[in-house]
């Protein structure tokens, strides 16, 4: 048996086989199978199609014995209908492509000389079963001057008899014979959708028409793709057996040139920049969203990001620029003119810089080298008391970067050593409740639970005596602020049991033994 992808097996026949003898087989196959013939096997109709036969159940009298043809005919009634359908559909697609085929205008090319099948693979799960067929009479002279494979096969002169089997798609191998008619072999393909002229390129490559794998790889260089019909259209290219300069240049358009691969890590500084310096909010929100998104799908599912290797050392010079940004803007508030332009203008200002400054540190963590940032933050004790001078409405942006790190040490997301912890809190955690208020007033802004569970957790971390200092504060701004300060109550449960409830005792593993040792 022969496919569409290893034509060279295809048989040919100098002489037809006989009507009677072919009647025969098909009158075995019919017996066994119980099914009524396929019009396209009939010999008197190989080069016309015929609308599918119809099939009906006949209703048999008790008295008497049913018939073989009405045997077959309620056998052929019980085949599945989705093969059924199948099988129709198939053959609207033959017709439509033979419907305008050229080598049915005997004026314009003389009778055919080459009698041509093309027969599909037999339904799965039936190994008797008839495959679908289509018999055609076309023209040596076309077929051998377009493809090797054919002219391989038709050296000799005098007619001929050519049978393609097992092929994925008969009506597509019947379209690759009707283009090798077309002069206008673009024009032809116009329309068509990626599959289509995919399933095309395939017989074409199949049978060495390179006219028609030109017109193809053309098509399929100029018309859009959707990313399914991407990711089909690399894989196939990579499968058939094209010359590399050829497929290169449809691949083109999604394969990096490696000189343009090695700037990435320069493409994302500069668009990182951008968006840092954006003037219009809502742009600078959607292009920060955008970037995060795609270095997320860098990730290949193991903390690995394989694709484009940023440096920490970029985003940590990113990191510093938002800082100089962000000190500079605090700076600048000692001039403060009271009037509500001058407010806006410089709330607005600090919010930029303190978002910008959180979506840089949202990259770190996701890539896992956010370390660093916690000691740079902890250490920031010049802007922490500008912070403590400006007031609380202008500045509470800033203390989302410390409840962001203080929620991703809480997850584990952040590994830092207990004196980096403990220094964060000891800069930051005053700035944190004093701006707690207008944070909560922000609304969908911040999620509060997931603020109070980080920092819970964070302080829950350090060592038993600074846990204490840091929850008997806590204690006494909670009794006088309430809702404007996090409530961590839990965390103070887990101290307070930690201290004095549970009282665990390490007896120590190391033992010493005395002797003397003689002179």
Not at 73 to 82: I, N, T
Not at 235 to 247: F, M, T
Not at 257 to 276: C, H, I, M, Q, Y
Not at 351 to 377: C, H, P, Y
Request: glycine share 4%; net charge neutral.
């Amino acid at each position: 048996m022969a496919s569409d992808s290893n034509s060279n097996n295809a048989t040919t026949h100098h002489k037809p086989m006989s009507s009677r003898s072919h009647q025969q087989q098909l009158v075995s196959t019919m017996i066994k199978q119980g099914f009524i013939s396929d019009p396209f096997l009939s010999p008197s109709r190989l080069s016309t199609l015929s609308p599918p036969p119809t099939y009906r159940a006949l209703a048999t009298p008790h008295h008497q014995s049913p018939t073989l043809f009405e045997v077959m005919s309620v056998e052929q009634a019980r085949e599945p209908k989705p093969a059924l359908e199948a099988r129709k559909k198939l053959q609207e697609r033959v017709s439509a492509a033979l419907s305008q085929a050229p080598f049915k205008i005997c004026d314009q090319w003389g009778a055919g000389d080459v009698r041509l099948t093309v027969a599909g693979r037999a339904e799965a799960g039936e190994v008797d079963a008839a495959a679908f067929r289509v018999t055609v009479d076309v023209h040596r002279r076309v077929l051998a001057a377009k493809s090797r494979f054919f002219a391989d096969k038709l050296r000799r002169s005098g007619t001929h008899s050519v049978e393609i089997l097992e092929c994925d798609d008969v009506a597509v191998y019947v379209e690759a014979v009707v283009l090798m008619y077309s002069a206008e072999l673009k024009s032809k393909l116009l329309g068509m959708d990626v599959s289509k002229i995919l399933a095309l390129l395939k017989i074409c490559s199949a049978i060495m028409f390179e006219d028609g794998i030109r017109a193809c790889l053309e098509y399929l260089e100029a018309v859009p793709w959707s990313e399914g019909e991407e990711e089909s259209v690399v894989s196939h290219l990579n499968q058939l057996q094209i010359d590399c300069s050829r497929a290169d240049t449809v691949l083109r358009r999604v394969i990096a040139d490696p000189s343009t691969s090695s700037r990435a890590e320069n493409v994302f500084l500069k668009l990182s920049l951008g968006v840092l310096q954006a003037k219009d909010d809502k742009a600078r929100r959607e292009m920060k969203g955008l970037i995060s998104r795609l270095l997320k799908e860098d990730d290949n599912g193991n903390g690995l990001h394989d694709a484009l290797d940023i440096s920490r050392d970029i985003l940590y010079q990113l990191c510093h620029r938002c800082l100089g940004s962000l000190v500079l803007c605090l700076s600048g508030t000692t001039c403060l003119d009271e009037s509500r332009q001058d407010r806006g203008a410089i709330m607005a200002e600090i919010s930029r810089e303190a978002d910008n400054m959180q979506w840089i540190l949202g990259i770190l963590i996701d890539r896992k080298v956010g370390d660093e940032f916690v000691d740079l933050w902890a250490d920031q004790k010049e802007l922490a008391v500008l912070h403590s001078k400006i007031p609380t409405m202008y500045r509470h942006e800033i203390s989302k970067i410390t409840a962001q790190l203080c929620i991703s040490i809480g997850k584990g997301q952040i590994l830092v050593p207990k004196e980096t912890r403990f220094a964060l809190l000891s800069t930051w955690l005053e700035a944190l409740y004093d701006d707690f208020g207008w944070m909560r007033m922000g609304g969908k802004s911040i999620d509060r639970k997931l603020i109070e569970e980080g920092l819970s957790q964070t302080i829950l971390t350090l060592p038993l005596p600074q846990q204490q200092s840091v929850l008997l504060k806590w204690f006494d701004r909670f009794l006088n602020k309430g809702d404007d300060c996090p409530n961590i109550q839990r965390a103070f449960e887990i101290w307070w049991r930690r201290a004095f409830v549970k009282q665990y005792a390490i007896e120590s593993q190391l033992q010493l033994a005395v002797c003397d040792i003689p002179d």
